[in-house]
T-cell receptor
Framework: DAGVIQSPRHEVTEMGQEVTLRCKPI?????LFWYRQTMMRGLELLIY????????DSGMPEDRFSAKMPNASFSTLKIQPSEPRDSAVYFC????????????FGPGTRLTVL | AQSVTQLDSQVPVFEEAPVELRCNYS??????LFWYVQYPNQGLQLLLK??????LVESINGFEAEFNKSQTSFHLRKPSVHISDTAEYFC???????????FGTGTRLKVLA
């Protein structure tokens, strides 16, 4: 298995622009997570999907952030408009239904908003 | 609510020396415990986990962690580190059977030659 795939790996954009991050979870996994990692705040869970349905979006910072999962093999995280404080590494992770709840992380997207 | 504390933000250690990375958690219910490792410019990878049973769990690359319920700890140890162990290590807890991880702030292990 290729693991969790994220694109792009790096994104540099200007303040005010729309940014879309993409994730392909591991085939057969039914849970998907978006995290944000910064030096100041560490790893934060932004949103959790189960069977393509958003279950917990309490970590989404504000209305500028939105996430979708149109099918079991694809999810997007969109920021519109982007701001410099959104600069971070964004990780996608997926998990199956095992009791262990192990989450498998993608390589991340490093976002820089100028 | 659950919480995870990693008191050491950075741990420098010489190659072949032993190391312990500390993790304490707080929870009023049964939890699963995890250690993840993040190498530079990569995502997190599971190192080891405790679900139930034996309180000592081991990874394939020589790390081990012991679940201590009375001290609510899950410290990570390795008797002899290598340069390649240089990475950031995250402790995480989840309520047994649920999806949500609470991550610690991470400990940056730097192995010196």
């Amino acid at each position: 298995d290729a693991g969790v795939i994220q694109s792009p790996r790096h994104e540099v954009t200007e303040m005010g622009q729309e940014v879309t991050l993409r994730c392909k979870p591991i085939s057969g996994h039914n849970s998907l997570f978006w995290y944000r990692q910064t030096m100041m705040r560490g790893l934060e869970l932004l949103i959790y999907f189960n069977n393509n349905v958003p279950i917990d979006d309490s970590g989404m910072p504000e209305d500028r952030f939105s996430a979708k999962m149109p099918n079991a093999s694809f999810s997007t995280l969109k920021i519109q408009p982007s701001e410099p404080r959104d600069s971070a590494v964004y990780f996608c992770a997926s998990s199956g239904e095992e009791v262990s709840n192990e989450q498998f992380f993608g390589p991340g997207t490093r976002l820089t908003v100028l | 609510a659950q919480s995870v504390t990693q008191l050491d933000s950075q741990v420098p250690v010489f190659e072949e020396a032993p190391v312990e990375l500390r993790c304490n958690y707080s929870s009023s219910v049964s939890v699963y415990l995890f250690w993840y490792v993040q190498y530079p410019n990569q995502g997190l990878q599971l190192l080891l986990k405790y679900l139930s049973g034996s309180t000592l769990v081991e990874s394939i690359n020589g790390f081990e962690a012991e679940f201590n319920k009375s001290q609510t700890s899950f410290h990570l140890r390795k008797p002899s580190v290598h340069i390649s162990d240089t990475a950031e290590y995250f402790c995480a807890v989840s309520i047994s059977g649920t999806y949500k991880y609470i991550f610690g702030t991470g400990t940056r292990l730097k192995v010196l030659a």
